[in-house]
C-alpha cells in the first residue's frame, strides 16, 4: 500500500501543481478587475509546448537539453519523500530528512542555473547571476530554520516535526515556531517568485527565474515550466503541512478514504495561501534588485530571533 500511496503522491502533485498556478493567477486579474486567464491556462500552456519541437543552441553541450530532465526527476522524487498527503513517512520518505531534502532543492537550483549559462544566451546568464545572488543568501537561513524546528523536535525529520506541532500545542503556539514561521513564509515568497522580490513579466529589470529557461522551446521548456510549477506546490505544501496547519494530515492506519480526503483539504489549504499571495501580489511592488537583500535580511532576522527566543524560553 505504501507503494500505491507513493505513486498517488507524484502523481497528485504533477496533476495538481499547474492548476494551483492557474487559480492564483486568475485570482490576481480579478482582483485587477480584469477577465484573466482561465485556470487551466498552465495545461493549456504545457499541452501545446509539448506538441511543438525543441531548439538547441548549437554551440551548448548535452547540459543545455539535459536540464530541464534532471530538475523534473529531483521534484518528483521529492514529491515521493515530503509529507504531502500523510503524516507518517511512506516507502522512499527514509531517503532523506530535510537538511537531505534542501540539498535536492539546491542541486535542483544548481543544476538550472548550469543549464541555463550553457545556453550563452545574455537573458540567461542575467537570470543566473541574480538567482544565484539571492541563493547565497537563502540558502543559509533556510538551513538555520530546518535546524531550529530541529531543536523542536529533536529532528530533522518533517513528519515527526509534524507530529510534534500538530500534538503540542506549547510548542505550536510559542514565540519559536512564530518566528521560525514567518521567516520561512518571506523564504517562499522569494522560492515561489513572488512580489515584491520578483514579478511575473519579461521585462528586463523584473526577470530572475523567468530569464534562465530563456533558450528553451518544446516539450524542453514545458518541462521546465511543469518542474517549477512542482517546485512551487512541493514549498508550499512543507509550509501549510509542517510548519502552519500541520492538522488533518493522515496518520498511519487510517485508510485509503482518509488519504483522498485529505487531498481536497490540501488543496483548500493551497487555496487559502495562495489567496494570501494573490493579494501581496496586487498590493505591492517591485522592490529594485539591491532592496532584495533588505528583504532577505528580514527573513534572517526572524529565523535568528528563533534561536534566541528558544534559549530565552530554554
Known amino acids: 500500500m505504501s507503494y500505491l500511496y507513493s505513486l498517488i503522491e507524484i502523481l497528485y502533485v504533477i496533476v495538481a501543481a499547474p492548476l494551483i498556478v492557474g487559480v492564483q493567477h486568475a485570482l490576481e486579474e480579478r482582483m485587477e478587475s480584469k477577465q484573466g486567464p482561465s485556470v487551466f491556462q498552465p495545461y493549456y500552456d504545457i499541452i501545446k509546448l509539448f506538441k511543438k519541437e525543441s531548439l538547441v543552441p548549437k554551440i551548448s553541450s548535452p547540459i543545455f537539453r539535459l536540464g530541464p530532465y534532471v530538475v523534473f526527476m529531483f521534484y518528483a522524487f ?3 519523500i515530503l509529507p504531502i498527503i500523510t503524516a507518517y ?3 522512499f520518505a527514509p531517503a532523506a530528512d530535510f ?3 534542501g540539498l535536492f532543492f539546491g542541486a535542483a537550483a544548481a543544476i538550472k542555473k548550469f543549464s541555463a ?9 542575467l537570470g543566473t547571476s541574480r538567482a544565484s545572488s539571492l541563493g547565497v543568501f537563502t540558502e543559509p537561513i533556510m538551513v538555520l530554520i530546518f535546524i531550529m524546528l530541529g ?3 529533536n529532528t530533522n525529520n518533517p513528519f515527526v516535526i509534524n507530529n510534534v506541532l500538530r500534538s503540542s500545542t506549547g510548542w505550536y503556539f ?5 518566528f521560525v514561521a514567518a521567516a520561512f513564509f518571506l523564504i517562499l515568497i522569494v522560492e515561489t517568485g513572488q512580489l515584491p522580490v520578483e514579478s511575473h513579466t519579461n521585462g528586463e529589470l523584473g526577470m530572475i527565474d523567468q530569464a534562465m529557461p530563456f533558450e528553451y522551446t518544446g516539450k524542453d521548456l514545458a518541462l521546465y515550466k511543469l518542474s517549477a510549477y512542482m517546485k512551487a506546490f512541493l514549498l508550499m505544501s512543507v509550509f501549510l503541512n509542517v510548519y502552519i496547519v500541520p492538522f488533518w494530515v493522515p496518520m498511519a492506519h487510517t485508510g485509503f478514504l482518509s488519504v483522498l480526503l485529505y487531498m481536497g483539504i490540501h488543496l483548500v489549504k493551497l487555496l487559502g495561501l495562495i ?6 501580489n496586487t498590493t505591492l511592488s517591485k522592490f529594485r534588485l539591491y532592496k532584495n537583500f533588505d528583504f532577505l535580511t528580514i527573513a534572517f532576522a526572524f529565523a535568528f530571533l528563533a534561536s534566541i527566543a528558544y534559549y530565552i524560553m530554554k
Request: charged residues 5%; without cysteine.
Open 99 to 101: 537538511i537531505g531534502g
Open 275 to 280: 489567496i494570501v499571495f494573490a493579494l501581496i
Open 78 to 80: 521529492l514529491a515521493m
Open 174 to 178: 510559542s514565540v519559536v515556531h512564530g
Open 151 to 153: 531543536v523542536i523536535s
Open 117 to 125: 549559462i550553457d545556453s550563452r544566451s545574455n537573458y540567461a546568464h
Open 89 to 91: 513517512p511512506l516507502v
